[in-house]
C-alpha cells in the first residue's frame, strides 16, 4: 500500500480514538478550511456543509439530538491514494425520546495533503465508495 494511502488510514484510526475521548472538536485539526461535509437525505442531520464552522455545526446539530453516543469503528480501509471509509455501529440514546438506537453509518474521507476535504457520511459502504471513487464534490454536482 502506498505511503500516503497507509498515512490516511492511520490518521483516520487515529480520529476515532481522540474523538471516543475528547468529542468531534477533536478532528477538527485534520479538517481543510475548506471542509466539505455532507450527510445525504433520508438520514439524520442531512445536508451540506461547508468549513470548519460548518463541520462544528453538523456535529452540534447531531449531538444535540443524543443524551449519550458512541462509535464504534468496525472496518477502516482506503479507497485508492485520498480516500478512507470506515464501516462503524452508532449508539445512543435520543435526548428527547430517551429511544436507544443502533445502527450502521459509513464515513468516507478524502485528504489532500494531509488535511480532509470532504467527509461523507452514507448509509452503505457502496455508497460511501461510489463518491470516494468519483472525486466530485457535492456542491460540484
Known amino acids: 500500500m502506498a505511503e500516503a494511502a497507509e ?3 492511520e490518521l483516520v484510526r487515529l480520529a476515532f480514538e481522540t474523538y471516543a475521548r475528547e468529542g468531534p472538536e477533536a478532528a477538527v485539526g485534520l479538517l481543510d478550511p475548506e471542509v466539505e461535509v455532507f450527510s445525504p437525505s433520508p438520514m439524520a442531520n442531512p445536508g451540506l456543509f461547508h468549513g470548519i464552522e ?3 455545526q453538523w456535529t452540534g446539530a447531531w449531538f444535540d439530538a443524543w443524551e449519550d453516543f ?19 455501529r452508532q449508539r445512543g440514546t435520543g435526548r428527547a ?4 438506537v ?7 474521507w478524502e485528504f489532500r495533503r494531509g488535511r480532509v ?15 470516494a471513487h ?6 460540484d454536482a
Do not use: K, W
Request: charge should be negative; hydrophobic fraction near 40%.
Open 7 to 9: 498515512r490516511n488510514l
Open 54 to 56: 460548518g463541520y462544528l
Open 70 to 88: 458512541e462509535i464504534f469503528p468496525e472496518q477502516v480501509e482506503a479507497v485508492g491514494e485520498d480516500c478512507v471509509i470506515a464501516v462503524c
Open 97 to 100: 425520546s430517551r429511544i436507544a
Open 102 to 108: 443502533e445502527q450502521t453509518m459509513v464515513y468516507m
Open 117 to 131: 476535504t470532504r467527509f461523507h457520511l452514507y448509509a452503505t459502504r457502496e455508497d460511501a465508495i461510489e463518491a
Open 134 to 139: 468519483s472525486g466530485e464534490r457535492v456542491g
